[in-house]
């Protein structure tokens, strides 16, 4: 069956520690996107890659990195710069004139 | 800046009820694409129902149907017969007909009571 695997589904981390999230699709679709999700708080994109090797900031990339150098991996890095990364993050696919799917989600937690 | 806005926090609603949530949104293009996702306790994102901007039928999906209302930029969506599976944060999403970025609302959480 075709779908997005996020993993892990929980990670804890300590403060001035970086942290991979991993997000991989076997949908084939084109473009991936991060979203982080606050209690409260809609969905706040992240990073979003168009094509492989490229990706470009959303609304809240200060303290993120990403990388995409194949299709299928979209993998998301919380650095120490990041002040506050406690936070559930979604991983999502696109496909033109289609809608986004989502993953189940990773729950991060600063200790 | 494309914004989209729902003013409901919260709704309560009894089962077998109907309850409509409101979505309003902000773009000054002309081709664009409008969702309602639904996030259930296991937090799974689940597509409830689209709908494109050049089609003036409303778009329904059995229980879920929507009122779109393109000149007031306003995107209700009507849950009708609700179930107890219902309850859920539902988000309003928006994105233009180009690549690039989906917008969200800051959502609105269902609770359908016996």
């Known amino acids: 069956d075709g779908g997005i695997t996020q993993s892990p589904k929980y990670l804890f981390r300590k403060e001035g520690q970086n942290v991979t999230l991993s997000c991989e699709q076997n949908?084939?679709?084109?473009?991936m996107y991060w979203y982080r999700q606050d209690p409260g708080q809609g969905l706040r994109l992240i990073y979003y890659s168009q094509i492989v090797n490229d990706f470009q900031k959303g609304d809240i990339a200060e303290g993120y990195s990403v990388s995409r150098e194949k299709k299928e991996s979209f993998p998301l890095t919380v650095t120490s710069a990041q002040k506050n990364p406690t936070a559930f993050y979604l991983c999502?696919?696109?496909?033109?004139?289609?809608?986004?799917?989502f993953g189940e989600g990773s729950r991060l937690t600063v200790l | 800046a494309q914004t989209v806005t729902q003013s409901q926090p919260e709704m309560s609603v009894q089962e077998a009820e109907t309850v409509t949530l409101s979505c309003t949104y902000d773009?000054?293009?002309?081709?664009?694409?409008l969702f309602w996702y639904k996030q259930p306790p296991s937090r799974q994102m689940i597509l409830v129902i689209r709908q494109e901007a050049y089609k003036q039928q409303n778009a329904t999906e059995n229980r879920f149907s929507v009122n779109f209302q393109k000149a007031a930029k306003s995107f209700s969506l009507k849950i009708s017969d609700s179930q107890l599976g219902d309850t859920a944060m539902y988000f309003c999403a928006f994105k233009t007909d180009s690549w690039g970025k989906f917008q969200f609302g800051a959502g609105t959480q269902v609770v359908v009571t016996p």
């Open positions: 999502a696919t696109y496909r033109m004139a289609g809608e986004l799917f």
């Open positions: 949908l084939n679709h084109d473009a």
């Open positions: 773009t000054s293009e002309n081709n664009y694409y």
